[in-house]
């Protein structure tokens, strides 16, 4: 039975070789469940799974994984997916910056990316990329500096009257 939805398979061998078990999935159900599990990302922040011939498995848009026509449907390449983040991380996963958080400047926003192999599962080498803006990182701890910031300027200005009640008129 199919469901025309374009999908990958999945399959693993047993060790001792007598049995392979697989299973197969949509694109977009693999980017549904990469879109359900970062959520809670800043929206800025952009997910992919990829090949090494540069095609997208999954997204953290599900409907940016596989462009559809009025009778078509195709997979998405990384340099079609408009991120000059992901397009110019892709390469350098290729030329060995896997598994390390690297540094990317786009438009005036600094960026971390972190680029990595995922296990064997087929003919292509295929990778992970997370890449999030390092304002949206910071955002938690921007946060907690200003309202630490406010608690100790309130303490201080609770503490001022009393400190001239304390000092002892000339």
Not at 26 to 43: F, H
Not at 56 to 73: F, M
Not at 152 to 169: D, E, F, H, K, R
Request: charged share 20%; aromatic share 6%; no cysteine.
């Amino acid at each position: 039975f199919t469901t025309l939805e374009i999908g990958k398979t999945f399959a693993l061998r047993s060790d001792d070789r007598r049995a392979v078990v697989g299973a197969d999935f949509t694109l977009t159900a693999v980017s549904g469940l990469i879109a359900d599990r970062t959520r809670n990302l800043d929206a800025s922040a952009q997910i992919v799974i990829f090949n090494d011939a540069g095609t997208v498995i999954a997204h953290r848009d599900p409907h940016r994984a596989v462009l559809v026509g009025e009778d078509t449907k195709r997979t998405v390449r990384v340099a079609e997916l408009d991120s000059p983040v992901l397009g110019g991380g892709a390469p350098r996963g290729f030329a060995g910056g896997v598994d390390r958080l690297l540094q990317w400047k786009d438009a005036g926003r600094e960026w971390r990316l972190l680029l990595a192999r995922l296990p064997e599962a087929g003919k292509h080498a295929e990778f992970l990329a997370a890449a999030i803006p390092v304002r949206a990182l910071l955002a938690p701890a921007d946060r907690t500096l200003a309202a630490t910031l406010i608690i100790v300027g309130a303490i201080l200005l609770a503490a001022l009257p009393l400190a001239w009640l304390v000092l002892p008129s000339g």
